[in-house]
């Protein structure tokens, strides 16, 4: 089933989520729908606060490749155990911030240590798009979104216009 998603400003995406430490199928059909909707909208990242849950859950699949298989990843708990001194820049959209994208410089390559849906733990190097990816993704359990990376100017921009397209998307 697919889930709505928040719109920055919202408060509940500044929120820190709290650790899972019970595996439920509620926490399970959670992941699921969070992939359906990211896979929906288009997107290669979603993370739970962005479905206005706060737990720290995860989705992502960075496989852009015409053709190749998809490969869903369901994080639980996810975590960045060392990152390369290496940096890469990626120009970063955000699906609870449509149409805006902006350039943001993080470590090329992560260990990420999590717990998948089966309930156990992966650790996992990551580089190139996923390395981005599960950083960002991962940057929203703390409340932290991809224009916080930016100059204040540049961000204030992006909100304003996100103001505007709610206001809009309220009046339809
Ligand atoms: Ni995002």
Redesign the pocket.
């Given at each position: 089933m697919k889930r709505p998603i928040l719109l920055h400003p919202d408060p509940r995406l500044k929120k820190t989520a709290d650790a899972v430490s019970d595996l439920s199928d509620e926490l399970r059909r959670l992941a699921d729908d969070m992939l359906e909707t990211m896979y929906d909208a288009p997107g290669i990242?979603l993370?739970a606060p962005?479905v206005g849950v706060l737990t720290r859950l995860i989705v992502l699949d960075c496989v852009k490749e015409e053709g190749e298989a998809p490969r869903p990843l369901i994080m639980f708990n996810p975590e960045v155990l060392a990152s390369s001194d290496e940096l890469n820049t990626y120009e970063e959209g955000?699906?609870?911030i449509p149409e805006q994208f902006a350039d943001v410089t993080r470590p090329a390559e992560v260990e990420v240590r999590w717990i998948d849906r089966d309930g156990k733990e992966r650790v996992e190097g990551m580089d190139g798009l996923w390395a981005t990816c599960v950083q960002?993704?991962i940057d929203?359990l703390d409340g932290k979104?991809?224009i916080d990376y930016l100059k204040p100017l540049k961000r204030q921009l992006i909100t304003r216009k996100m103001q505007k397209l709610k206001r809009e998307r309220a009046r339809v």
């Open positions: 990242g993370a962005q955000c699906l609870s960002h993704e929203h979104l991809f």
